[in-house]
């Protein structure tokens, strides 16, 4: 018994749904195929295309930094013309000059800038900054921090409080690599978190700034904690010991993560005057602070104060009392190891560990 | 009313249909999201400056977590490997899990350590630690071995979290290799988020046949044998299709177990690895999920797409079966335990897309699949066959797997293009008009076979051995051409990459 018509004209609905779907899928991925074929062979075109390119560009380059004879503005008007018609094109263009303006300095550096305007870049990458896709303006700002150019400053302070990551954190780059007396400045007009990435971009270029480093107190009353604590760090990183009041104010605050950080930063600059207020903090930290505040009795304080800590230390809290019980035998390595080892091999012996 | 045979059989094909389509729905989607995660990833990573990270003296710390078992052969260079990442700071905890052989030995020897007689952490509990070991050499002191009473895989890494110093940690396989810049790759999205990130996972890339210098990857080549040639499509569709789509829309379920970081903290909070379960890296993740949306606590799971782990998989049937049915044992596990999340809108996309997804289409794919392959059975035993319908029913399903995997195919050439040579792109495509008819039929029994098993009772890992992925400093080894089994291997893949069966189901 067949339970289907086999003639084509009776076929049921569901045949005919498959039918379609099954030549569809097959069209489909016909169609994909030949896209995976020709994406190769773009790719394959697009590399070969920027080889030729980037031989070109080294070689005028090259010319117009060293070549005496060469015609530069002739030249460039040429160059331009013909080898940089294509958004890509150009995108490589600025690869080799910023290549070339990481690696020189002085009279070189200010001629590989001049080639940047020459040859149009600078026109191209603002009209990239003025539209709308994030990518363009990351971009943009990534090249103009890079390449020192300074463009007007209401195009881009309204991006460090972009939606986009990558935008916000170009943009903070490009402020903070301007010659400006308060690098740090944009600072006062940002109204969002500053990610680690962020400050690890942003403590890399004052490592380059070329002034005297801003005072990074001025930020310590920031609303945003991640600011903060950014330069809390920064203070500790360079040493800037007149904002230790500043500084021990913060270990009262009311984010958990301002306080750590706070404690991280006096620890490093060896503030002993926080120890007191530590100990008298210790009862009701979380144990996050705890610990942290065990490590700055170990690095700056005394087996006293790590003492005064001991009777607030929670005896079902076996991480705190680890940490407790290192830092006693770093004072006094004669608590014996065979304690240790016991106290290691007992799974639960919160009972034979003596504080 | 009265139902006659001829309408079961109707009815019975319309369910088929409406659960084949929503599969295909379901993976049209996946494909979109990820493409548009993928597009994304590549325009927010195009300005490669990451000089200035490893200059910053406030990158957070990883501890990379390696556990060992009877890896006395290739336990030297796998370390010594690892000791070369590109990464500021970061400290490499082998956990020698009571292996018979001389990996302790060997690495005591060779790395010049003593015994240092710590105080360690019991956060999570774990068999004896019999030993932590540190090295009298300076050029090696980001390293720690410690020494235990076996206790499989999870119990060794429940090991590693107590006693390593850092707050995030990085669990791998031991003979995984890893590029030099995977720490690097995989700890962005814990720095670019503003939302709190508890994990991190990246793409494993399948290492047969490639050349591997110095403990790494040389030269990406396509293996030889269909068996790898058909993971590695599984792999791009799993990964490149998969996890970039539920990372896009911040679903991931699972990270997988050969290569993943996680925030220390939030993992010892959840309780750390299970040791009950056969999937205990999805089971995990999923744990610290659960604990977050509990919480309330804003967070996410970063994924990179970049390839960052190269693993051996497997290149006999047999062991593929065995993989296969833990796999499933693993997610089954996993969505048991975790049955509260299903379908329940307090758990946000985990509770009301993921589970839901893994439940019919990782889970109950194969079983469905496998009762159509009955279905015909029946029909054909009792004549009941339109031989017609069965060529457009067989072409509809042949033709979408042909169509997911050049999917897959165009996200590889579109994002990293790993395989450059064309002759290789015509290799995979040849692998992929095969696979649907070779290699699915067995992927699906051995998830069938899993199930079966876990009713059953089965509990074990079942002995899982690879070809190995030789010595990796060997000077230009090819992976397929070498090594004798390593008993190590077995151990790894005891967990490694889950990829979840998702792409093969088709």
């Known amino acids: ?355 | 009313m009265e139902i006659n045979f001829n309408q079961i059989i109707e009815i019975a094909s319309w369910i088929f249909l409406a659960y084949g389509l929503i599969i295909c729905a379901g993976y049209i989607f996946s494909a979109i999201f990820s493409l548009i995660e993928l597009r994304d990833y590549k325009r927010a990573h195009n300005f490669k400056d990451e000089l200035a990270l490893l200059q910053s003296s406030h990158l957070p710390k990883i501890s990379v977590l390696a556990p060992a078992y009877n890896e006395e052969a290739n336990v030297i260079e796998n370390v010594r490997s690892l000791l070369t990442l590109d990464y500021p700071f970061f400290e490499i905890v082998v956990i020698n899990d009571g292996s018979a052989d001389g990996t302790l030995q060997r690495l005591i020897a060779n790395f010049d350590l003593y015994q240092d007689e710590m105080v360690h952490y019991t956060h999570i509990r774990t068999q004896k630690v019999r030993g932590v070991y540190s090295s009298k050499n300076t050029a090696y002191k980001n390293l720690k071995v410690i020494d235990k009473v076996n206790g499989g895989k999870a119990d060794a890494l429940n090991t590693g979290i107590n006693c390593c110093s850092h707050d995030i940690i990085c669990c791998i396989d031991v003979d995984c290799i890893l590029e030099r810049d995977a720490l690097l790759k995989l700890i962005k999205p814990f720095l670019n988020n503003t939302k709190k990130v508890i994990a991190s996972g990246g793409i494993i890339r399948v290492a047969n046949s490639c050349t591997i210098e110095d403990g790494r990857i040389i030269e990406v080549r396509l293996p030889d044998t269909f068996i790898a040639r058909a993971q590695i499509l599984e792999y791009f569709r799993a990964f490149l299709m998969g996890r970039m789509a539920w990372s896009r829309v911040d679903g991931l379920l699972l990270i997988s177990g050969a290569f993943g970081m996680f925030d220390k903290k939030i993992v010892i909070e959840a309780g750390g690895y299970d040791h009950n379960t056969v999937g205990e890296d999805m089971e995990l993740l999923v744990r610290m999920r659960r604990m977050m949306r509990e919480r309330k606590i804003p967070y996410t799971v970063g994924f990179v797409p970049d390839p960052l782990c190269w693993t051996e998989v497997p290149q006999s049937w047999k062991v593929l079966h065995r993989q296969r049915n833990r796999w499933t044992r693993g997610t089954v596990e996993t969505l048991t335990l975790h049955r509260k999340m299903l379908f329940n809108p307090k758990y946000g996309v985990l509770g009301i897309l993921s589970t839901p997804y893994w439940m019919f289409f990782e889970w109950f794919a194969p079983i469905i699949e496998f009762f159509g392959v009955l279905f015909f059975i029946f029909l054909m035993f009792f004549g009941h066959v339109n031989w017609m319908v069965f060529a457009i029913f067989f072409g509809v399903i042949y033709s979408f797997s042909i169509l997911f995997s050049i999917t897959a195919l165009f996200f590889e050439e579109f994002s990293f293009q790993q395989y450059k040579k064309p002759r290789y792109l015509i290799r995979l495509l040849g692998t992929a008009l095969l696979e649907p008819i070779i290699y699915h039929p067995f992927v699906m029994w051995a998830a069938v076979k899993g199930n079966i098993d876990l009713i059953r009772g089965k509990k074990s890992w079942g002995k899982m051995t690879r070809t190995g992925l030789s010595n990796p400093t060997k000077k230009k080894s090819n992976v397929d051409s070498q090594l004798p089994q390593s008993k190590a291997a077995e151990y790894n893949t005891k967990k490694t990459t889950n990829i979840s069966t998702q792409t093969s189901e088709h």
Not at chain 1, 97 to 110: D, P, Q, T, V, W
Not at chain 1, 177 to 205: C, H
Not at chain 1, 235 to 244: L, V
């Open chain 1, 1 to 355: 018994m067949d339970i289907l018509p086999t003639s084509f004209k009776d076929w049921p609905i569901i045949l005919e749904i498959n039918l379609v779907l099954g030549i569809s899928f097959l069209i489909l991925a016909f169609m994909l195929l030949c896209v995976v074929f020709y994406l190769r062979i773009y790719k394959n075109m697009r590399n070969s295309r920027k080889e030729k390119l980037e031989i070109l560009l080294l070689d005028f380059i090259n010319n117009y930094l060293f070549n005496d004879e060469f015609d530069k503005s002739k030249e460039i008007m040429e160059f331009g013309a013909r080898h940089l018609k294509t958004g890509f094109d150009r995108k490589i263009a600025l690869k080799q000059l910023l290549i070339f303006h990481e690696n020189l300095k002085g009279e070189s550096s200010a001629l590989i800038k001049e080639l940047f305007f020459g040859l149009g870049l600078y026109n191209f990458l603002i009209s990239d900054l003025t539209k709308a896709a994030w990518y363009n303006k990351a971009r943009a700002l990534f090249v103009f921090c890079h390449m020192d150019v300074k463009i007007p400053e209401e195009l881009v302070e309204p991006l460090i409080n972009s939606n986009r990551n990558e935008v916000r954190q170009q943009a903070i780059l490009y402020l903070l690599n301007q010659p400006a007396d308060n690098p740090l400045g944009f600072l006062d007009k940002v109204d969002r978190g500053l990610t680690l990435w962020q400050q690890i971009y942003m403590e890399d270029s004052l490592k380059n700034y070329p002034g005297d480093m801003p005072d990074f107190s001025k930020w310590l009353d920031h609303k945003i904690a991640s600011v903060v604590i950014f330069c809390l760090k920064m203070i500790a990183d360079h040493n800037q010991f007149e904002n230790t009041p500043a500084m021990l104010k913060l270990i009262d605050h009311p984010d958990p993560g301002v306080r750590q950080q706070a404690i991280i930063s006096l620890r490093k600059m060896e503030v002993q005057e926080m120890l007191p207020i530590l100990i008298h903090n210790f009862p009701r930290e979380s144990t996050a602070l705890k610990q942290e505040i065990l490590k700055t009795i170990r690095e700056i304080g005394s087996e006293k104060e790590l003492q005064l800590v001991a009777p607030s230390i929670n005896s079902k809290d076996r991480a705190l009392k680890i940490d407790y019980l290192r830092i006693a035998r770093y004072f006094n390595p004669k608590i014996a190891g065979s304690k240790l080892k016991a106290f290691n091999t007992d799974q639960l012996g919160l009972s034979k560990l003596s504080l």
